[in-house]
């Protein structure tokens, strides 16, 4: 498939090697990548403070770079940043190109497991991983069941990464509690925010995993930040460095 990469400028400026990563296991897997130019912040900061107007320009900004751009598929590693993207796509262009765009836009696990499956890994990834099931894709891409619903019981991350061989797949306690980030939450709530992203690296500690693993980088810089302050023996890792590294 051809294949437009949405790369938001948190990956950019904060995690470029997810990019890399990203990018890397696309092209392992045969599609044909492309990065259109122009692309700029999805405006969540903006719209999760209430400036509406602020956001604007730069959202459409980010939505000119990738109308009229000729490809199948345009595919994130950051499950908030694709969300907040959709949604302000809806809000500030109706006309059918902006549809067109949303309508080809997937995060990088869900294009995995929905359109594009990987057919086998041939090298093994013999650790533990705790998985990080970020409230942004599970609530609002249905990555997975959440832990309140009574609904049927699926995993998309999960049934991704279970045939890498050597893996082992465990879950912190509780599944699927909110690291504390939440975009400007962990600035405008920010005793708030750090307690609950302690929280969260010690439960994911606790699962004697050697890699926290998730889909959405801004919660794992958050938990990176406070397993390092903390100093407890497990690293972050971004979805797509484990795929990369497997394929």
Not at 216 to 232: A, K
């Amino acid at each position: 498939m051809k294949i437009a990469l949405f790369i938001p400028c948190l990956v950019n400026q904060m995690m470029p090697d997810v990019a890399i990563a990203t990018l890397s296991l696309l092209e392992k897997l045969g599609h044909q990548v492309i990065f259109p130019q122009g692309q700029t912040c999805c405006g969540q900061p903006m719209t999760n403070s209430g400036c509406f107007n602020e956001a604007r320009n730069t959202t459409l900004k980010l939505l000119n770079a990738f109308k009229g751009v000729e490809c199948d598929a345009i595919v994130c590693p950051a499950a908030s940043c694709l969300v907040a993207a959709k949604e302000n796509f809806h809000e500030f262009d109706q006309s059918q190109e902006a549809l067109d765009v949303i309508n080809k836009l997937y995060e990088l696990t869900e294009f995995l497991h929905d359109i594009a499956p990987i057919s086998g890994f041939k090298n093994k990834f013999e650790h533990t991983i705790s998985l990080q099931m970020s409230c942004h894709g599970l609530r609002m891409l249905s990555l997975a069941t959440p832990s309140e619903s009574m609904g049927p019981q699926f995993n998309k991350v999960e049934a991704v990464l279970q045939s890498i061989p050597g893996i082992k797949i465990v879950y912190p306690a509780p599944r699927d509690e909110c690291c504390g980030f939440g975009g400007t939450f962990a600035v405008d709530e920010g005793a708030v925010s750090a307690k609950m992203g302690k929280d969260k690296a010690h439960a994911h500690a606790a699962t004697h995993a050697q890699y926290v693993v998730g889909f959405d980088p801004s919660c794992l810089l958050h938990l990176d930040g406070m397993i390092r302050r903390q100093l407890l023996p497990i690293q972050t890792r971004h979805i797509a460095q484990i795929i990369d590294a497997a394929l």
